[in-house]
Each structure stands twice: as C-alpha cells, then as structure tokens.
C-alpha cells in the first residue's frame, strides 16, 4: 500500500472541498450505517442524508463548507447528486482501499471492520505511542505508512529473523540504547 493523500478533494459545482478520511471518520460511517456496503447503497439509491453525513464526517474546512450549504438554494443537492459517483469512491478510501495497490494477492485472512478499526486504534496507540486523538484523526494509510516505519526501525536496531547478528553487536546496542536518557558520563571499554 502506497502512503494515500491526506486529503480527498470533492469536486461540488464550482466548488471544491476537501474530506479527511480518519480513522474516527471511518468508524463513525461504518457504525452509523452498519457497514460500508449499506453506505454506498444509500449514496447509489441517491440518499442526500448520506451524503450529507459524509461531508459532516469528514470535512476540513467546516466553516468553508456551512458557507455554501447554509444558504437556503437547490443547488446543493444538484451538486450532491451529480458527486454520488465521487462520494462512493470517496467510502472505498475510508475503508482503507488503494486503487494502486500491488497485483500480489493477499495472503492474510479477511477480518471484519470492527476489529480491523481496534486493530489500527491499537497501532497507533500501543505500537506508536500516538494519543488516541491523534490515532483517530489519523488516516488508515497513514496508520500502515508508520507502522512500517517503526518495523523497518526496530529490524534496523535489532535485526530480524533473516538476519544472523553477532552477539557482540546485539550487546553494544543495548548499551548505546540503555546510555538514551542517562546523563552521566559514560565510556565503555572497547
């Protein structure tokens, strides 16, 4: 999986708004319509109450958005229909789909979206040591783009099975990474 956009631009008239799809948003639609197939059927039957929910969800820029659909005009849900197309793309992101990923089939088992969601929380909170405000804002690209930073990390601190490491090298660094944060002077004997 490639690190996605932060953002998802929604094209609405002459008007253009980004959607953040976090991980909190995710959870929220996914619950609310008791899943993302539910979501994409009531956008495809033509649903405004879903596309409006979202656009709530997931809007940057709330204030940019309450700008165009406060004003009382019929022009908003002309747009929101002719967007359905963009906004049930728009539910694959949030579900955590990549258009570009590999050819590779998958090899892990399918697991259902509300432990997939706990699974992402509790990387973000437990692998990264994100707060939980910061791992539900966080987009799920964004949560697997870290997540492989912070294996590719420790391999590099401490191999990995495919890697023979000698004995010697393991122990000078647990004391190069024990010396983090100790303030006395130390020398060790080489």
Do not use: C
Request: charged share 25%.
């Amino acid at each position: 999986m490639r690190l996605a956009a932060n953002t998802f631009a929604l094209q609405l008239g002459g008007r253009s708004f980004d959607l953040k799809p976090s991980l909190r948003a995710a959870f929220i639609l996914w619950e609310r319509y008791d899943g993302f197939h539910n979501l994409s059927r009531h956008l495809a039957e033509g649903s405004v109450t879903a596309a409006l929910d979202i656009i709530s969800a997931t809007i940057v820029d709330a204030k940019a958005w309450g700008e165009y659909a406060l004003p009382a005009n019929g022009a908003i849900v002309r747009d929101l229909m002719a967007a359905t197309a963009d906004l049930i793309e728009f539910v694959l992101v949030l579900a955590g789909a990549d258009e570009k990923a590999s050819d590779k089939p998958s090899t892990g088992k399918p697991m259902p979206f509300d432990e997939y969601f706990t699974q992402l929380f509790e990387i973000g909170t437990g692998w990264l040591g994100w707060t939980p405000d910061h791992a539900w804002d966080a987009t799920i690209a964004e949560i697997h783009a870290a997540q492989r930073g912070r294996m590719a990390m420790l391999k590099a601190l401490f191999g990995s099975k495919e890697q023979s490491t000698d004995v010697a090298d393991v122990s000078s660094i647990k004391d190069d990474l024990n010396a983090i944060g100790d303030l006395t002077n130390h020398v060790r004997p080489r």
